[in-house]
């Protein structure tokens, strides 16, 4: 499976956006670029999820470098709620003639704080 | 929509009893599921993934038959921690892939988790 690389930790202020890196420059071409988070004792919640094209939902946005090598999850507004692990993980598509989900392999994430 | 229920959320039990940990689909039919095991401080470990009236497939270093999965119906995925000891001890969390997924559903929800502690 293709690797992802994050920042052990980053920090925000309330209110402010946040700008979460992920690199994966062994990404292949089927690979799309799932993001969750996790607050603490609880399961990963999905956050977004691209392949090629910059993704907005009501959530945050998913900017996609051109050559897919790297992608940056956008909170565009940090609240206190939005403080947890972050994960940028890659899943394989779908093979050719049909559906084939990959597993998802999570690495050790981001972990951001909000201040208030 | 897309809903997996796992429960319990927390169990205390015995070194060398055996626990059971149910993760459910509530609106959908859920043909893969998967297991995994979290430390504190540290991230989401694969332990199995199961395929409903199939084998699971445990990644490696997995015991099989400590950690039974059982994934008979298309709604219910069962992880069997047995004989447990006091270094089973962690946060289990299952996963189910969403079928007939659009680019717009994510393909995977996650339970709450269950906190095992063995004591």
């Known amino acids: 499976d293709a690797k992802t690389t994050q920042p052990n930790s980053m920090e925000s202020n309330e209110e402010e956006p946040v700008h979460l890196p992920c690199n994966h420059s062994?990404?292949?071409?089927?690979?799309?670029i799932h993001w969750y988070r996790q607050l603490p004792s609880q399961g990963p919640e999905y956050v977004i999820h691209?392949?090629?094209s910059n993704v907005n939902n009501r959530m945050a946005s998913l900017a996609i470098a051109e050559d897919r090598k790297s992608s940056t999850l956008i909170l565009h507004r940090a609240t206190l709620r939005d403080a947890a692990v972050y994960y940028c993980?890659?899943?394989?598509?779908?093979?050719?003639?049909?559906?084939?989900?990959?597993?998802?392999?999570f690495g050790q994430g981001t972990i951001l704080t909000v201040h208030p | 929509g897309a809903v997996v229920s796992q429960h319990p959320s927390r169990v205390i039990c015995k070194s060398g009893t055996s626990v059971k940990i149910e993760c459910r689909s509530l609106?959908?039919?859920?043909?893969?599921m998967f297991w995994y095991r979290q430390f504190p401080k540290q991230s989401l470990m694969l332990m199995a993934t199961?395929?409903?009236?199939?084998?699971?497939?445990?990644e490696q270093g997995v015991e099989k038959d400590k950690f039974l999965i059982n994934h008979a119906s298309l709604t219910l995925s069962t992880l069997t921690v047995t004989s447990a000891h006091p270094e089973d001890s962690s946060f289990y969390i299952c996963?189910?892939?969403?079928?007939?997924?659009?680019?717009?559903?994510?393909?995977?929800?996650f339970g709450s988790g269950t906190r095992l502690t063995v004591v």
């Open positions: 996963s189910a892939r969403i079928p007939d997924t659009g680019f717009t559903r994510p393909g995977y929800t």
């Open positions: 062994t990404i292949s071409g089927t690979d799309y």
């Open positions: 691209g392949l090629t």
């Open positions: 993980i890659l899943r394989r598509g779908a093979n050719a003639g049909g559906t084939s989900y990959g597993k998802l392999t």
């Open positions: 609106d959908f039919q859920a043909t893969t």
């Open positions: 199961s395929n409903e009236g199939s084998k699971a497939t445990y």
